[in-house]
T-cell receptor, first 115, second 111 residues
Framework: GAGVSQSPRYKVAKRGQDVALRCDPISGHVSLFWYQQALGQGPEFLTYFQNEAQLDKSGLPSDRFFAERPEGSVSTLKIQRTQQEDSAVYLC?????????????FGPGTRLTVL | LAKTTQPISMDSYEGQEVNITCSHNNIATNDYITWYQQFPSQGPRFIIQGYKTKVTNEVASLFIPADRKSSTLSLPRVSLSDTAVYYCLVGVDTGRRALTFGSGTRLQVQP
């Protein structure tokens, strides 16, 4: 498939556990974004990578959230010591350039439920 | 970023034309208007983007009046599969390159 893929699609964690969410962007895409989407709301920005550089992480809600993209392709969003308020769908998107109006291609998301 | 206002929900029937209007009174000179569509359990998908007048592609048309303070997404002859949430986005955070979504318009198409 040529689209953005994410794994796992669903994750259930007990409060306090660490989780890691994976994003495989479209091959060759320079820009990668993570968004968080609460039920009934639009996606909200978390962080942005251009190749391997994390250029903006201002949307990460706390220092328990950490993202990396070490080789400029696959990215991982890690959440430490999960809390119930972290329950949401986590979306990854990629785009082919760093142009501000370039179309973003989204993956299906990972639905995280923290019990 | 320009604040956008769009209806929370709309209902339609198969075969009808649906028009979703978005208000963006404080749109900036350099801002483009972009619409995304999101189906349940999927990520948003780009539909159309425009700056002024009218833009048409195989999926939809986008009408933008001269003052650019609003825009209308037009979906011709909708089908059940057009049931989704439609987001109007104006401008892009040029720093973070991220999209700023509102709550969108939930379109329900009935048979």
């Amino acid at each position: 498939g040529a689209g953005v893929s994410q794994s796992p699609r669903y994750k259930v964690a007990k409060r306090g556990q660490d989780v890691a969410l994976r994003c495989d962007p479209i091959s060759g895409h320079v820009s990668l974004f993570w968004y968080q989407q609460a039920l009934g709301q639009g996606p909200e920005f978390l962080t942005y990578f251009q190749n391997e550089a994390q250029l903006d992480k201002s949307g990460l809600p706390s220092d328990r959230f950490f993202a990396e993209r070490p080789e400029g392709s696959v990215s991982t969003l890690k959440i430490q010591r999960t809390q119930q308020e972290d329950s949401a769908v986590y979306l990854c998107a990629s785009s082919s350039t760093s142009g501000v109006y370039n179309e973003q291609f989204f993956g299906p998301g990972t639905r995280l439920t923290v019990l | 970023l320009a604040k956008t206002t769009q209806p929370i929900s709309m209902d339609s029937y198969e075969g009808q034309e649906v028009n979703i209007t978005c208000s963006h009174n404080n749109i900036a000179t350099n801002d483009y208007i972009t619409w995304y569509q999101q189906f349940p359990s999927q990520g948003p998908r780009f539909i159309i983007q425009g700056y002024k007048t009218k833009v048409t592609n195989e999926v939809a048309s986008l009408f933008i009046p001269a003052d650019r303070k609003s825009s209308t997404l037009s979906l011709p002859r909708v089908s059940l599969s057009d049931t989704a949430v439609y987001y109007c986005l104006v401008g892009v955070d040029t720093g973070r390159r991220a999209l700023t979504f509102g709550s969108g318009t939930r379109l329900q198409v009935q048979p």
